[in-house]
């Protein structure tokens, strides 16, 4: 896992890069600063978007919505590293600066952060300032959010907005550096637990996955690779065969006791997956495979000979990243896999009225509630409202926290004993 930075090394970092968004605001902050009279600012908190909001084409728009303000005289406009906004500019653009927040709030309107109040009734979603008054407030946010911001690209990789494009001319190049790539270094795992009726959590399987920020890094520091979805799924049908070797690399011993593998379609029919079922042998019982849907989907036909062909050797066939959405058009339980992943949030979240609850509640029933994976848990407020759905599997950052506070307390008991 990558070091912590200090305060101190982001700072300098955001000196060094003196064209970066974070250094350019500092600098406004000192003009500003000289002369806050008539000049309001605000802030945009899009940094605690759920992730599955968190894209550069939204806040591209979002950005874009305040065009006709920052043609302004005085008017500054500021995208940091963690995509949230600052606006500064001349008071008088207070109504103007109302509408394109409405255009923005509307775009996220399905995201919890649009309803979400603190104990004072402010909204989260963004914070005034009156400069005259507030700058004090406003520097403090200032240094916070250009540390947040700076700190998040340094840290994980965010892709930035002019990065090039995943496209076929750079394509081959990526896939040379793929084949050649070590896996170890990059490889990450994430828990999902089955919580019990007496509020205990218990392991159910640990998730190897590679961390597409790190990898990006090392591979590709200015290449945006989900620019391209088709072409970014030929390139991870590469990174498949890296992980396999990896994971071969080993021996089942020194693996948690289930653990899940994301894999394409087509990387089972490969070699480097056949010989992966050999070192898994007759412990095939213990490895979940997750598919993404946007490959199950564009051959229907090839999920239903994969799938078939796990389950017989005893793997467990999971469907990764289902969005509420896609089930009011499909019933997923026709796919027939072991387990399904719904993300926490947009719909999920918003169906918490007593009709959305019925509806969500009737569709779970209907798959299974013991085949449903609540993912992308950041809150306990998930984990509850999974449970009233009669759903008690769940994984995210949340579960993560639980995870570990589990396994400090069974290493204290183990201590004490």
Same mark, same amino acid.
Not at 49 to 66: C, G, S, V
Not at 86 to 91: D, G, R
Not at 112 to 133: C, H, K, N, Q
Not at 360 to 384: F, N, P
């Given at each position: 896992?990558?070091?912590?930075?200090?305060?101190? #090394?982001?700072?300098? =970092?955001?000196?060094?890069?003196?064209?970066?968004?974070?250094?350019?605001? *500092?600098?406004?902050?000192?003009?500003?600063?000289?002369?806050?009279?008539?000049?309001? =600012?605000?802030?945009?908190?899009?940094? #605690?978007?759920?992730?599955?909001?968190?894209?550069?084409?939204?806040?591209?728009?979002?950005?874009?919505?305040?065009?006709?303000?920052?043609?302004?005289?005085?008017?500054?406009?500021?995208?940091?590293?963690?995509?949230?906004?600052? *606006?500064?500019?001349?008071?008088?653009?207070?109504?103007?600066?109302?509408?394109?927040?409405?255009?923005?709030?509307?775009?996220?309107?399905?995201?919890?952060?649009?309803?979400?109040?603190?104990?004072?009734?402010?909204?989260?979603?963004? !914070?005034?300032?009156?400069?005259?008054?507030?700058?004090?407030?406003?520097?403090?946010?200032?240094?916070?959010?250009?540390?947040?911001?700076?700190?998040?690209?340094?840290?994980?990789?965010?892709?930035?907005?002019?990065?090039?494009?995943?496209?076929?001319?750079?394509?081959?190049?990526?896939a040379r550096g793929f084949r050649k790539l070590d896996a170890r270094p990059l490889m990450r795992h994430q828990s999902a637990v089955l919580i019990g009726a007496t509020g205990q959590g218990q392991l159910l399987f640990r998730e190897y996955f590679v961390s597409i920020a790190d990898l990006r890094k090392v591979v590709a520091p200015k290449i945006d690779l989900l620019a391209d979805r088709w072409l970014f799924q030929f390139l991870t049908t590469i990174l498949d065969q890296r992980v396999l070797h990896m994971l071969r690399s080993q021996t089942m011993d020194d693996l948690p006791k289930n653990i899940s593998l994301n894999l394409n379609i087509q990387t089972?029919?490969?070699?480097?997956?056949?010989?992966?079922?050999?070192?898994?042998?007759?412990?095939?019982?213990?490895?979940?495979?997750?598919?993404?849907?946007?490959?199950?989907?564009?051959?229907?036909?090839?999920?239903?000979?994969?799938?078939?062909? *796990?389950?017989?050797?005893?793997?467990?066939?999971?469907?990764?990243?289902?969005?509420?959405?896609?089930?009011?058009?499909?019933?997923?339980?026709?796919?027939?896999?072991?387990?399904?992943?719904? =993300?926490?949030?947009?719909?999920?979240?918003?169906?918490? !009225?007593?009709?959305?609850?019925?509806?969500?509640?009737?569709?779970?029933?209907?798959?299974?509630?013991?085949?449903?994976?609540?993912?992308?848990?950041?809150?306990?407020?998930?984990?509850?409202?999974?449970?009233?759905?009669?759903?008690?599997?769940? #994984?995210?950052?949340?579960?993560?926290?639980?995870?570990? =506070?589990? !396994?400090?307390?069974?290493?204290?008991?183990?201590?004490?004993?």
């Open positions: 896992m990558a070091q912590k930075l200090t305060d101190s #090394q982001v700072m300098r =970092a955001i000196r060094a890069d003196t064209n970066g968004p974070e250094n350019k605001l *500092l600098e406004n902050l000192q003009i500003l600063e000289k002369k806050p009279a008539g000049q309001c =600012a605000i802030h945009i908190h899009l940094s #605690q978007l759920q992730r599955t909001n968190k894209k550069p084409d939204y806040i591209r728009i979002a950005e874009r919505t305040f065009d006709n303000i920052t043609l302004a005289h005085l008017s500054e406009l500021f995208v940091l590293g963690n995509f949230d906004i600052v *606006l500064t500019c001349p008071n008088n653009k207070v109504e103007e600066i109302d509408r394109a927040l409405a255009s923005i709030r509307t775009m996220f309107k399905a995201d919890p952060l649009i309803e979400r109040r603190d104990i004072s009734g402010e909204e989260a979603f963004s !914070t005034w300032y009156d400069l005259e008054e507030d700058f004090e407030y406003f520097k403090e946010a200032v240094v916070s959010s250009v540390l947040a911001g700076k700190r998040q690209s340094m840290e994980f990789g965010t892709a930035s907005m002019d990065d090039e494009k995943l496209t076929p001319k750079n394509l081959d190049y990526l089972v029919h490969s070699k480097d997956f056949q010989l992966f079922d050999h070192f898994v042998g007759e412990q095939a019982h213990r490895v979940i495979i997750e598919l993404q849907p946007a490959d199950v989907f564009s051959n229907i036909f090839a999920y239903e000979e994969v799938r078939d062909l *796990l389950q017989a050797r005893g793997y467990k066939v999971l469907i990764d990243s289902l969005q509420p959405l896609v089930m009011d058009y499909f019933d997923p339980s026709m796919l027939k896999a072991d387990f399904y992943k719904i =993300a926490w949030g947009d719909r999920l979240g918003g169906s918490a !009225t007593k009709e959305g609850l019925g509806e969500m509640r009737e569709l779970i029933h209907s798959i299974g509630a013991d085949k449903i994976i609540i993912a992308l848990v950041d809150s306990e407020e998930a984990v509850r409202f999974g449970l009233q759905l009669g759903v008690q599997r769940f #994984q995210g950052f949340f579960v993560d926290r639980l995870v570990g =506070a589990m !396994t400090q307390k069974t290493a204290a008991s183990v201590k004490g004993v």
